[in-house]
């Protein structure tokens, strides 16, 4: 009598094993998140400096998307910030890519004596272009849509100021705002301000800490952590950052009224009512500077803090910039 046994006790193994296999492959297909690209951020012809920053992609394979959203990432952020929109975008709008780079003078900067600083936001500016330039050759057909997140807001909108006032045509083809910081809160004494820039003055490469800024108090980010904790948790918190670059953050704050004014595509503000940065009222002004009152619209989360797509109310807020997404004119061939 021939004996199976030894069969099945290795069949069913191998069965597994294929079909873990299968998964994997199917995991691997989706998680294209996972894997760090590089970007150059000058042109050749240029006599710059040529450096490689980090992106990540979630694009479903072997489809091309109709739709591009670029990711730029908050103060201590990083790329992986948009890991939540980009699978929900994967899993119910496959047509939808989501792109994020690592921002320069952060936690994922290549070179580590510049993170926490800036030199120029020019220089802000030009990646996000460049960037943009890249995507748009990997998918000329596709919609792009500017998403910046706290800082990303600062720098997507004065990109697209800069873009304006250089007679350009706009540089995205929709923006969203989430968590952008438009004025400075009204307890942030100006004497302070005043004295942060004349220390930059003397020493704009000294360093201090969101918390010693802040005057002690502590910086609630969702509704279970506070800014201080990610220190604990993300590789890429950067615990001080330069005097200058806090100057530079505060004259983007102070511009972001008049950013508002030159948009002139469908923009989308996303704004949670506890965030510490900013009060409901002064992002409700800021999104009445807009011109264009049929396409701009904003949504208010009443219990959310700064960190939307992290916080209790993160599975609306990405399905509210899903629907905004596919309500969307079609890009005219």
């Not at 069969?7 to 873990?20: E, I, K, T, V, Y």
């Not at 299968?22 to 989706?30: I, K, V």
């Not at 920053?53 to 739709?67: A, I, L, M, Q």
């Not at 009204?186 to 201090?208: E, G, H, S, T, Y």
Request: with cysteine.
């Amino acid at each position: 009598m021939k004996d199976i046994s030894g069969s099945s006790r290795l069949g069913r193994p191998l069965h597994l094993a294929l079909r873990f296999c299968c998964l994997a492959a199917s995991a691997l297909a989706l998680s294209q998140c996972a894997t760090d690209y590089t970007l150059v951020t000058d042109k050749p012809e240029e006599s710059l400096r040529r450096e490689t920053f980090g992106y990540r992609k979630w694009v479903k394979p072997e489809s091309e998307p109709n739709v591009v959203v670029i990711g730029i990432h908050g103060f201590c952020g990083a790329a992986i910030d948009y890991e939540n929109l980009g699978k929900r975008m994967l899993k119910e709008q496959p047509k939808t890519a989501v792109y994020a780079y690592e921002v320069r003078g952060q936690g994922k900067d290549p070179l580590k004596e510049r993170r926490g600083d800036i030199d120029d936001p020019q220089e802000w500016y030009k990646d996000l272009t460049r960037f943009t330039e890249m995507v748009r050759e990997k998918h000329p057909k596709a919609k792009v849509i500017w998403f910046g997140e706290s800082m990303g807001a600062l720098i997507a909108s004065h990109t697209y100021r800069l873009n304006a006032a250089e007679g350009k045509r706009p540089p995205c083809d929709a923006l969203v705002l989430s968590s952008p910081v438009v004025k400075f809160r009204d307890d942030f004494p100006q004497w302070k301000k005043d004295l942060v820039r004349q220390m930059a003055n003397v020493a704009p490469m000294a360093r201090l800490s969101l918390e010693t800024l802040a005057g002690g108090q502590e910086v609630q980010m969702t509704h279970d952590t506070i800014h201080s904790e990610q220190a604990e948790t993300n590789s890429w918190h950067i615990d001080k950052h330069t005097l200058r670059l806090l100057v530079t953050l505060g004259e983007l704050i102070d511009g972001m009224p008049d950013c508002a004014k030159t948009f002139a595509v469908p923009t989308l503000v996303l704004h949670g009512d506890k965030d510490f940065f900013s009060r409901t009222e002064d992002v409700k002004d800021f999104f009445g500077n807009i011109p264009d009152k049929k396409t701009r619209q904003m949504k208010l989360y009443p219990d959310s803090y700064h960190l939307l797509m992290y916080d209790k109310k993160k599975e609306q807020v990405i399905t509210d910039v899903e629907r905004w997404i596919s309500a969307l004119p079609k890009k005219k061939k």
